[in-house]
């Protein structure tokens, strides 16, 4: 776990400016709009369950905005799902507009601009996993954000205890219980989406039955060899790397996009974890698949603005 945010010490006319330099620092960047100075609170925290990224956040007194031009950056698009706690927030997309209380589910990704809310003593839970993990359409997709996710529906429900209860468990949740967790949470995010679509026949068909659910899962089993190219990828699944390229096209993403940003992420994880504290930057590199330091900085400065040194003594910074 990495402490992201911790403003309540800092006097009101210094949280402004750190808390925007942490947002637009941040994996998928984001401009803040406070109500008010002195009443701008935050806390956040996040937590990783393999391709999951969770961050929580309790907030007060601002609007967090995803602009036409912070959209416009070349990760790959990342789908959030937000569980509110406690409080209310709106979330905002394509002209889209939900409204949150507790208990409610809404999703909205990194690929469009979109804004969402923090009113008094809000706490939020977002879940981001790559579009592609779902194995969804972008069109599916793409008609879910911005708006409630299942509104009244048994399995929103369901889905929504399940994600508090992740959410309030994940602290104590070792490398290998939160490893066990992450396929039936994309499990459950991809019924969640296709329920409220009204597809819901795509949720009973099991996510490895498809050949895009199985190139993506034989991809976050290997993303960290060496070896991984188009070639291999496609002769393991006996198609050509033309077809490969055309199936991956259709969850927005290539296998090169794909292999490099999943990299990104895994090896910022390993950076700010304590227990890899005393590994060097080029070892990490290197373990997750990058033969080449100074690709792999470029890269990552590219993704976080900032390079891996800095984002690792930023995260492990004494509090």
């Known amino acids: 776990m990495a402490v992201l945010i911790e403003l309540e010490d800092l006097p009101a006319t210094d949280r402004l400016e750190i808390l925007r330099e942490r947002m637009l620092a941040g994996f998928v960047a984001l401009d803040l709009r406070p109500y008010s100075l002195t009443n701008l609170t935050a806390r956040s925290s996040i937590h990783r369950f393999g391709a999951i990224t969770l961050q929580s956040t309790l907030g007060s007194g601002g609007l967090t905005v995803r602009t036409r031009r912070l959209a416009a950056d070349d990760t790959p698009p990342q789908v959030i799902v937000t569980v509110l706690e406690t409080g209310m927030s709106v979330v905002t997309q394509y002209d889209r507009v939900a409204h949150l209380r507790p208990g409610d589910l809404a999703a909205y990704w990194s690929a469009a601009p979109f804004s969402t809310s923090f009113e008094a003593d809000t706490l939020r839970h977002s879940f981001r996993v790559s579009a592609a993990m779902l194995g969804l359409s972008e069109r599916l997709v793409k ?3 911005g708006r409630l996710l299942g509104p009244g529906h048994p399995l929103a429900a369901v889905v929504s205890s399940y ?3 992740l959410a309030g468990t994940a602290p104590a949740l070792d490398a290998h219980q939160r490893s066990a967790v992450e396929r039936p949470t994309i499990d459950l995010l991809r019924a969640v989406f296709t329920e409220s ?3 819901s026949h ?3 068909v099991p996510l490895a039955d498809s050949i895009v659910a199985r ?3 034989f991809l976050e089993s290997h993303f960290h060899e060496h070896d991984l190219d188009t070639a291999r990828i496609a002769t393991a699944h006996g198609i050509s790397e ?3 390229y055309s199936l991956l096209a259709r969850s927005g993403t290539t296998p090169g996009d794909w292999i490099r940003g999943r990299r990104l992420d895994a090896a910022a994880g390993a950076l700010t974890d304590p227990a890899m504290a005393f590994v060097t ?3 990490i590199a290197h373990d997750h698949g ?3 330091h100074s690709h792999f900085t470029r890269e990552f400065r590219k993704t976080f603005g900032m390079t891996p040194s800095d984002w690792r003594r930023q995260a492990l910074a004494p509090k």
């Open 281 to 283: 930057v080029s070892a």
């Open 290 to 292: 990058f033969a080449d």
């Open 215 to 217: 190139i993506f899962e």
């Open 143 to 145: 008609e879910q954000l």
């Open 197 to 199: 679509a009204g597809q």
């Open 242 to 244: 033309r077809y490969l």
């Open 163 to 165: 994600l508090l209860r």
């Open 202 to 204: 795509l949720s009973r």
